[in-house]
């Protein structure tokens, strides 16, 4: 090419077949594998639950606008029209409880602990990918962060052949090492930040408490940074929700990281995401 970059596609290039093969397990709110854009072209749901911390859910149970944040993850990462890997198989780890702002860190850690576990059973070295739209754990008197990040790091996520992807949160704050934040300071994490539609971080944005921003986090331990600034999520009945506007904004490229690994396919993608 004239430029003088190369670009390496498979021979037959179709975008319905992109992240076939691959399992996304999703650490976040329930999901609603009834979604359009979480189904496949036969009108099949492609979510399968998982691990559910919180398994008694209300039908009429309407969403707060914190919830719902699992479906948008995912629509981004696979959606059929929208997502960037519409083959992909969808596993949910539900770690919230219904109407409920906020979850434990011990259902992190043992929800990971059941997708290791499951890598391993079902033989998905390779191509596995976990999404965890998440804004980590900071030192605290049961040091449960840096434990999960030693378990990452002990398993070696080479070894496994497991793609973990992680926010890097929406705090407004450098991550540092005296201002640590587990997992995102592990080499074995790779860790996500927003941009907003100038192309700048995502951050210092107002919030509804007077004097308090959020926005993306930022610092040294960033791997990459993707647009999370107005992106559409479309739902049911024409009905599209646009981030920020969705709970958690700065996590939404969490999943469109993962995906975009996953989408190139098997051995290669994380040889092509360390190089």
């Known amino acids: 090419m004239e430029s003088g970059f190369n670009i390496r596609l498979p021979p037959r290039f179709s975008r319905e077949e992109l992240g076939a093969g691959v399992t996304i397990f999703s650490m976040d709110n329930y999901m609603d594998r009834t979604l359009p854009e979480l189904l496949d072209g036969q009108g099949n749901p492609r979510v399968t639950y998982g691990r559910d911390f919180f398994p008694n859910h209300n039908p009429n149970h309407i969403n707060m606008p914190f919830e719902g ?4 993850m ?12 519409p083959a992909a198989n969808i596993v949910a780890i ?3 409880r219904e109407g409920i702002d906020g979850g ?17 059973t079902r ?10 739209a998440l804004t980590g754990v900071g030192p605290n008197p049961d040091d449960f962060g840096l434990r999960f990040q030693r378990y990452i790091e002990r398993i070696d996520m080479d070894v496994l052949g497991l793609i973990v992807v992680h926010s890097a949160g929406n705090t407004n704050r ?10 995102q300071m592990s080499d074995q994490v790779l860790v996500v930040a927003g941009m907003a539609c100038d192309g700048y971080f995502w951050k210092d944005v107002e919030t ?4 308090v921003l959020a926005g993306s986090n930022f610092g040294e331990v960033v791997d990459l940074v993707a647009p999370c600034e107005d992106l559409p999520a479309p739902l049911r009945n024409g009905v599209v929700l646009l981030i920020p506007e969705q709970a958690a904004p700065s996590h939404a490229p969490s999943p469109l990281a993962s995906l975009r690994v996953s989408s190139m396919g098997k051995d ?5 995401w360390t190089s």
């Open 94 to 96: 539900n770690l919230f």
């Open 123 to 132: 033989g998905l070295q390779n191509r596995a990918v976990v999404s965890m």
């Open 268 to 272: 290669l993608a994380r040889t092509s």
């Open 174 to 183: 450098e991550i540092t090492d005296a201002e640590p934040l587990y997992p």
């Open 208 to 211: 509804d408490v007077p004097g």
């Open 69 to 72: 944040h699992g479906d948008c």
């Open 104 to 120: 434990w860190g011990e259902d992190v850690y043992r929800g990971f602990r059941w997708i290791v576990g499951q890598v391993r």
């Open 74 to 85: 995912m629509i981004h990462a696979a959606g059929r029209i929208t997502g960037l890997a």
